[in-house]
């Protein structure tokens, strides 16, 4: 095993170019449980902790650039207004310590469906600046995903930052887990109103072979609040659009029976997670919002 | 080898002269420094010049023939010092275990569970030895599984053990069983004539690992001798001893057994781990071996507590008198006996509760299968038990129309109250005051996570995770409480051994306590410290590391270490005194009557009168002599239970704690927090209070995890477990933990030191069952199984 | 291959590392310095809690080469860690966390010999031992048992009392959620935190009157 430590972005994509099989290390998160259980012995480790951009974060005029290795508890204590659903996401993350180290571009990296990360982005809209000594280049997070623990990333790739849409109306984020801290997700839902383009995303983690978005439930909800005024009028959502939305979203989940729960469980807890989530946001846009302590 | 440095070698633990601290107080732990500083070491934390690093091989497959294994290429590695399978064992005897010498050093012929070691290889890094050990090619063969009840009995099955020759074959139906005991008193067919009302039912408990922190390990120094000295962390090293001296081929004064730090241990520690296997490297290569799991193989390197079946019928008259009850408990013991038959004795000798029941038919097996072994864990049989008899109480309850916690304290056993062996209970037994005392409590307030500015998620069920702000959560109460044995019974020769100096160091009189009691975290330490200061009346003591340089003390589990160890000590102690006092006669005898005609005690450094009068300094009478005692103590002797009846005065004494816990349950999520967990139990005598509330909040915790979460999960179809991690293993944080609030009876056992009554076990118990009655009272569900997992709260497993 | 850091205010210098060893695995097994424990390796218990750069992350999933030049504290050198940040003032100025700089400038007593574990005569409570507040508080809170978990939660506990004197017992839990204890239930470990914070206060309260 070789331990790769580019000083720079432009020595990491160059480590990276001449040694495509290089495992990309950050918050060690994954990558080094796989090492400690003997699980992974990659020929490199490419170290990006000294990539001091990778760790930095702009806000523009309607999107945040997120670097791939800003920490969670940075996004939770620092981007919660631009940022509301990831920042709730980034509060799910396993524990304090973890959320020091570990980033989105290790979520991303990894594409993981149990990553907390992801059912945020895709809800929130972003794009993933993926780079390498041939280019740069943005993948819409819709095409990010390509399959189990696979993503859109080219052997010579690395994840610069994400393009993440700022929030234009409110964002929820839950995740069921057996434990009350400290746990990886048993499934998770992502849900951002979108006023100004009279839309709702969503994001379902942990209950398909991929992060993916209930498409159904979004356009049935999307067309439902369109028809029904609602966007004007803020009225109160009513409940057989929201049980009608929760249905779709626990459809659009296709998930396996596995140590952590059963598929039925997850399609279930999918459901009750959009239905609640829908209410938070809807109430929160009618201006019924109350702050949850606790959350990040 | 014996000269180079050794780092993490134990040390003296010694309280100063400003220490105080007889029993009765909360003296604070002598270990408690060292530990906060990193400083205490632990038996990973054992470091050795020139060491090499022990790696096991386990199997891939649960039971499987071994067709071959091919070393060579492992060997030619590199770096690589030894490596070893089963034909390199250099002794007759092949095979260890606690009860039955039924386990392997390293599989022969076939593997018989998922992880069980096949070869060993000793490197000069531990990245060195596994990659060897991956380079070691074993051939296996599978066989057809055994992995329940039905298949390890059904006609033909394979036999986990064949010619099996041991003690319990004789009476076993089966070969597949490896103990059985049935209790017969009454008649529980006629009296089930007089039961207006009859509950049944089958209970399952999964299997809970110990899951204690500090992995196992160790280090293994060979010595000039021939012999080794072998540094680890255990619950009873004078049993290690027993088991790795013959398989090593080596007189047991040859194996120097030191205690290292243990971190944690909860019955898990019990059977031997990586301890003769580091003995193995360490002889074969001449270089100190280090062994270390990590948490994967951890899983695999103890055992666990027995997964069960409980099928109970409970019969009562219309006002709630218990007519009768019929019970059949079946443990899942594994592939190898470990503590099986002590435990299939305390399922079924405690199967029936706290309860007073005269006619009942119980029957308790353990089998042998190809799960992973089980064996000893904090409750020992008497958890499955009172899972299942609590939920029957609340189901008779239901039914009946009567108060749960009233039907409980109508039945409730008390002193004089006959067990079905047929023992009577003969020390206090205050059941239905426990149960008041936990109800009596004020309920915790509703909707705490409630405030004018929202929820606070954290004390909502789902926590963190943001699953609810109140929507779907449903309070429930529940109550149960458990009966514990406390000490090994059924006429088991219990004893422990101190050894206990006392002389002048620096102008002071000081006490040295030497036992080989493992400090596991129980506090020990402290309380030996704190009867030599009550009995020897000295402020500084010094507690000698636990090691094989003095007689056993028997193991730190059944909740026995401060009754028995802490009754030899006290048994010392007086001895020591007697000879100080004897001194003391000699030398100044003459110039006072008392020293002849007074009852004399050691206090404040000197000797005292009963009436106070003050008869002269420690230090004059002890001067430059030192006065030792090495005594063995024994408690009262038990005697086996028939196996046909289950007649017999099998126990020594008991221990009962009631819960009473308040959840809140998500009930569309299926999650649940515990909001209180209140605790009732009666400890005799608290020696140490502080360390009493530890040790009952961290047990109460073990059964909430057990409630709500904890649960190695084996497949059916592979007999290989599925979650060896703290990723897929979940034990409680704390934020699932609630408060504890605790209440300690003491009411004095006449028969026990000070009247103590051990502690550790009994609040593991009822804390389970009450979880489980909260959130039935919270879902209206039956919920016949633990861990209760989102699924069964959903309708969705 | 080399890795060099600081651990506890001393340069150290790590030879023939290899690239798959841990932070961990490098304090405990090539510096002598084992109080970090070893519990799980996979992020799942918080045992091996230390500071990196001032921020409390999981030594067994730092990769030995990512700390190349960078700063360690473990509970070996918390006491004098706290000692320093008494004397310059604790959190009063709202920077709260340790600034790198800070961490930087900080430097162990080499008197007190880091390496030399598990030596010596050492009583609990012992006043002439000089310990940080919240190392004092889980000692007579009786926060201690086993003692496994006790490193990591003294580091992770000391770095939440530095950004938030006057936490509630919500705060404390969560703070605490990345640290399993298997022995003790929580209790005690809330009480010792609940102590420390209290005698800090106390403390902040007696300094602010003279």
Redesign the interface.
């Known amino acids: 095993m070789d331990f790769l430590r580019p000083a720079s972005w432009e020595e990491a994509l160059a480590a990276k170019a001449e040694h495509p099989t290089a495992v990309p290390i950050a918050g060690g998160t994954d990558v080094m449980v796989e090492i400690n259980f003997d699980h992974r012995r990659p020929e490199y480790l490419l170290d990006l902790n000294r990539v001091g951009e990778l760790r930095e974060w702009e806000v523009g005029a309607d999107t945040v650039r997120l670097g791939a290795s800003v920490p969670y508890t940075q996004i939770m204590e620092n981007l919660r207004t631009e940022l509301p659903g990831l920042a709730l996401a980034s509060h799910t993350v396993a524990s304090p310590q973890i959320r020091n180290r570990g980033g989105v571009g290790g979520n991303l990296g990894t594409a993981s469906p149990a990553g907390d990360a992801h059912p945020a982005l895709l809800a929130a809209d972003c794009e993933v600046e993926v780079e390498s000594v041939r280019g740069s280049r943005l993948i819409p997070i819709d095409a990010f995903y390509t399959g189990v623990k696979r993503n859109a990333l080219a052997a010579d790739e690395l994840i610069r930052s994400v393009h993440i849409k700022k929030a234009d109306g409110p964002q929820q984020y839950s995740k069921v887990g057996t434990r009350n801290a400290m746990v990886i997700a048993v499934c998770a839902f992502g849900i951002a109103l979108h006023p100004e383009t009279r839309t709702v995303r969503t994001g379902i983690g942990s209950a398909a072979p991929t992060p993916i978005r209930a498409a159904a439930a979004e356009e049935f909800l999307n067309a439902a609040l369109e028809e029904g005024g609602f966007w004007d009028s803020r009225k109160i959502i009513t409940p057989s659009i929201a049980k009608q939305f929760a249905q779709l979203a626990a459809g659009a989940a296709n998930p396996i029976d596995d140590v952590r729960g059963t598929a039925s469980y997850r399609r279930h807890a999918v459901g009750i997670m959009a239905r609640r989530t829908l209410t938070w946001t809807w109430e929160s846009y009618r201006g019924n919002g109350r702050t949850t302590e606790g959350v990040a | 080898m014996g000269s180079t440095r050794t780092t993490g070698v134990p040390t003296k633990l010694t309280q100063g002269s400003q220490t105080k601290g007889g029993i009765g107080e909360s003296t604070l732990r002598p270990d408690g420094t060292l530990k906060v500083t990193g400083e205490f070491a632990y038996s990973s934390d054992m470091w050795h010049e020139d060491m090499l690093w022990g790696q096991t091989l386990r199997s891939t497959v649960a039971h499987a023939e071994i067709v071959s294994i091919d070393t060579s290429e492992a060997l030619a590695q590199s770096g690589v010092y030894a490596v070893l399978t089963y034909d390199d064992l250099p002794a007759e005897m092949k095979k260890y275990g606690l009860e039955l010498q039924d386990t392997p050093v390293l599989a022969h012929g076939k593997v018989r569970h998922h992880g069980e070691p096949v070869a060993l290889v000793a490197a000069d890094h531990p990245e060195t030895a596994r990659r060897a050990a991956a380079k070691i090619k074993i051939e296996y063969r599978e066989l057809p599984l055994v992995t329940d009840e039905a298949s390890a009995t059904a006609p033909g099955a394979v036999l986990v053990h064949e010619g099996r020759d041991d003690e319990y074959i004789k009476h076993v139906p089966h070969p597949n069983i490896v103990h059985r005991q049935p209790i017969i008193r009454g008649d529980a067919d006629e009296a089930a004539k007089k039961a207006d009302v009859v509950v049944r039912g089958e209970y399952t408990f999964g299997m809970q690992d110990q899951a204690f922190l500090g992995p196992e390990s160790g280090l293994a120094v060979p010595a000039e001798d021939g012999g080794v000295d072998l540094y680890v962390a255990t619950q009873w090293l004078h049993s290690d001893l027993e088991q790795i001296a013959p398989v090593l081929g080596l007189p047991e004064e040859k194996v120097r057994m030191t205690l290292s730090g243990v971190g944690g241990a909860f019955g898990g520690r019990e059977d031997i781990s990586m301890q003769i296997h580091a003995c193995l490297l360490a002889l074969r290569t001449g270089k100190p071996v280090k062994i270390v799991y990590n948490r994967f193989e951890s899983f695999f390197g103890h055992v666990h507590r027995h997964p069960a079946k409980l099928y109970y019928e409970h019969g009562a008259t219309r006002d709630g008198k218990l007519t009768h009850m019929r019970c059949r408990i079946v443990l899942d013991g594994g592939a190898y006996a470990s503590a099986s038959p002590a435990v299939v004795g305390n399922a079924s000798s405690l199967s029936v509760g706290p309860y007073v029941i005269d006619d009942v038919d119980i029957e308790a097996i353990a089998l042998y299968t190809n799960n992973p072994p089980c064996g000893a864990m904090r409750g020992f049989g008497a958890v499955q038990a009172c899972f299942a008899y609590e939920a029957q109480m609340d189901k008779l309850a239901a039914k009946l129309g009567m108060d749960p916690v009233e039907l409980r304290q109508l039945n409730a056993m008390e002193q004089g109250t006959l067990l079905p062996t047929g023992q009577v209970v003969d020390s206090p037994a205050p059941v239905a005051e426990i149960l008041r005392r936990v109800k009596s409590r004020p309920l915790p307030p509703e909707r705490q996570w409630e405030s004018s500015e929202g929820a606070d998620v954290r004390q909502l069920p789902g926590g963190l995770s943001n699953t609810t702000h109140g929507e779907g959560v449903v309070r429930g109460v529940g109550y149960a409480v458990g009966i514990k044995n406390v000490g090994f019974s059924e006429g088991f020769d219990d004893y422990s051994t101190a050894k206990v100096r006392m002389e002048v160091i620096n102008g002071e009189p000081v006490a040295t306590v030497h036992t080989a009691m493992a400090e596991v975290g129980q506090g020990g330490v402290t309380v030996h410290a704190q009867i030599a200061r009550t009995e020897l009346g000295v402020t500084q003591v010094t507690i000698h590391p636990a090691d094989t340089q003095v007689g056993s003390a028997g193991s730190s589990s059944a909740s026995r270490q401060t009754y028995v160890t802490g009754g030899a000590v006290k048994n010392s102690c007086e001895l020591v005194r007697e000879k100080v006092l004897e001194l003391g006669r000699r030398k100044f005898g003459t110039y006072h009557p008392a020293w002849a005609t007074a009852e004399l005690r050691l206090e404040g450094g000197k000797v005292v009168t009963d009436g106070g009068e003050v008869l002269g300094d420690l230090v004059d009478v002890l001067e430059d002599e030192s006065v030792e005692v090495e005594a063995e103590w024994r408690h009262r002797p038990t005697e086996p239970f028939d196996l046909r009846t289950g007649q017999g005065n099998g126990h020594v004494q008991y221990s009962f704690a009631a819960h009473r816990a308040v959840v809140e349950v998500d009930t569309e999520l299926g999650l649940v927090k515990v909001i209180e967990l209140a605790c009732a139990q009666d400890v005799g005598k608290a020696l140490n209070p502080l360390s009493v509330l530890g040790q009952i909040q961290g047990g109460t915790t073990q059964g909430l995890g057990v409630a709500v979460m904890e649960e190695i999960i084996v497949d059916p179809k592979t007999a290989k477990v599925k979650n060896p991690s703290f990723t897929d293993y979940l034990i409680p944080t704390i934020l699932d933990t609630p408060t504890i609030p605790v209440d300690v009876l003491e009411l004095a056992d006449e028969h026990a030191p000070y009247g103590l009554r051990g502690i550790g076990e009994a609040p593991t118990l009822s804390s389970t069952p009450a979880v489980l009655a909260a959130i039935r009272n919270a879902t209206g569900l039956e919920l016949n199984r633990t861990p209760v997992r989102p699924e069964h709260l959903t309708g969705t497993a | 291959?080399r890795v060099n850091f600081t651990v506890n205010g001393r340069q150290q210098e790590a030879d023939d590392v290899?690239?798959?060893?841990?932070l961990l695995y490098v304090l405990?097994?090539r510096m002598?310095?084992?109080?970090?424990?070893?519990?799980?390796?996979?992020?799942?218990?918080?045992?091996c809690?230390v500071r990196?750069d001032g921020?409390?992350?999981?030594a067994?999933?730092?990769?030995a080469?990512?700390v190349?030049g960078r700063e360690v504290v473990?509970?070996?050198g918390?006491?004098d860690f706290a000692k320093q940040r008494a004397e310059h003032g604790g959190c009063a100025s709202g920077a709260c966390g340790t600034p790198l700089q800070e961490a930087q400038r900080w430097r162990a007593d080499p008197a007190k010999g880091a390496m030399d574990?598990?030596?010596?005569?050492?009583?609990?409570?012992?006043?002439d031992?000089t310990?940080s507040p919240i190392?004092?508080a889980?000692?007579?809170a009786?926060a201690?048992?086993?003692?496994?978990?006790?490193?990591g939660l003294?580091i992770?506990a000391d770095e939440m009392l530095e950004h938030n004197p006057q936490p509630t017992d919500?705060d404390?839990?969560?703070?605490?959620?990345?640290?399993?204890?298997?022995?003790?239930?929580?209790?005690?470990?809330?009480d010792a935190v609940r102590l420390a914070a209290a005698r800090q206060d106390r403390q902040g309260l007696q300094e602010g009157a003279v």
């Open positions: 291959m290899w690239e798959g060893e841990s405990r097994e002598g310095l084992p109080g970090s424990k070893n519990a799980c390796e996979q992020g799942e218990c918080g045992s809690t990196l921020v409390p992350v999981c067994c999933l730092v990769a080469g990512q190349e473990t509970v070996e918390l006491a574990s598990g030596t010596g005569e050492v009583g609990g409570g012992n006043p031992a310990l190392q004092q889980f000692i007579d009786g201690v048992q086993c003692g496994f978990c006790t490193p003294l992770a919500a404390i839990r969560e703070a605490l959620s990345g640290n399993l204890c298997r022995c003790t239930g929580y209790e005690k470990i809330l």
